[in-house]
């Protein structure tokens, strides 16, 4: 499994190029924006993108969605909670305000548990709930890595003030279904907020500003 990151949107989303380096099958994890550099990226490693996966669904990443999916042929999916909860106009007001535009319409929705397949590679959704209702982590067992979203970052956690937000919710996600993971499971979080890109599921346990453990 090979990863390729490209910060895009105006709050610096890490869009994720995931890919089986085999056969050139991938997915795209978190398309903040409708950056060109996206689709240069895939053409450039000769990748088929078989599906754009969304940690979950705030504007800020999943707002290149349609122009990929029109670019590349793909198909967007979230998890059903998200999926329902942002098209209540009153769970969409405050992302309207700020001036990102509606969510794109999912063509499938996935659960907690579920499998996602690209080449030989393998991704399985974990539902981790509090920063978004639908908020999911994809975790690859055969690489130890892990794609946080919003739900856990480098030496930080996601923000639960907003609609759907959950603070006791997020924690026990991540005590319950990240902290649980292989200590040396690496994790890909939704943003670049902490010392370094990435982290060790260990290296966050050690940590441990919220007295998880």
Same mark, same amino acid.
Request: proline content about 7%.
């Given at each position: 499994?090979?990863?390729?990151?490209?910060?895009?949107?105006?709050?610096?989303?890490?869009?994720?190029l995931?890919?089986?380096?085999? !056969?050139? /099958?991938?997915?795209?994890?978190d398309?903040?924006? *409708?950056?060109?550099?996206?689709? %240069?990226? $895939?053409? @450039?490693?000769?990748?088929r993108?078989?599906h754009?996966?969304?940690?979950?669904?705030?504007?800020?990443?999943?707002?290149?969605?349609?122009y990929?999916?029109?670019?590349?042929?793909?198909?967007?999916l979230?998890?059903?909670?998200?999926?329902?909860?942002?098209?209540?106009?009153?769970?969409?007001?405050p992302?309207?305000?700020?001036g990102?535009?509606? !969510?794109? /319409?999912?063509?499938?929705v996935?659960?907690?548990? *579920?499998?996602?397949?690209?080449? %030989?590679? $393998?991704? @399985?959704?974990?539902?981790t709930?509090g920063?978004?209702?639908?908020?999911?982590?994809?975790?690859?067992?055969?690489?130890?890595?892990?794609f946080?979203?919003?739900?856990l970052?480098?030496?930080a956690?996601?923000?639960?003030?907003?609609?759907?937000?959950n603070?006791?919710?997020?924690?026990?996600?991540?005590?319950?279904?990240?902290?649980?993971?292989?200590e040396?499971?690496?994790i890909f979080?939704?943003?670049d907020?902490?010392p370094?890109?990435?982290s060790t599921i260990?290296?966050e346990?050690?940590?441990?500003i919220f007295?998880?453990?």
């Amino acid at each position: 499994m090979k990863v390729e990151k490209l910060l895009v949107g105006p709050l610096e989303v890490c869009c994720y190029l995931v890919y089986c380096e085999r !056969n050139r /099958e991938g997915v795209i994890i978190d398309p903040g924006d *409708e950056d060109p550099r996206i689709v %240069e990226l $895939v053409d @450039k490693l000769g990748i088929r993108i078989k599906h754009i996966l969304a940690t979950h669904a705030h504007p800020d990443h999943v707002g290149g969605v349609d122009y990929l999916r029109k670019e590349l042929g793909a198909t967007y999916l979230v998890h059903r909670f998200d999926a329902e909860f942002f098209k209540e106009p009153g769970n969409m007001q405050p992302f309207l305000v700020w001036g990102f535009p509606e !969510n794109p /319409e999912e063509d499938e929705v996935f659960e907690d548990g *579920e499998l996602i397949i690209f080449g %030989e590679e $393998v991704l @399985k959704v974990i539902h981790t709930p509090g920063h978004t209702p639908g908020s999911s982590c994809f975790y690859s067992e055969k690489e130890r890595i892990v794609f946080t979203g919003d739900t856990l970052f480098v030496g930080a956690v996601g923000r639960t003030d907003l609609p759907g937000g959950n603070f006791s919710q997020m924690i026990e996600s991540i005590k319950e279904k990240l902290f649980t993971l292989p200590e040396d499971t690496v994790i890909f979080p939704g943003h670049d907020y902490g010392p370094s890109p990435t982290s060790t599921i260990a290296r966050e346990k050690e940590r441990d500003i919220f007295h998880l453990t």
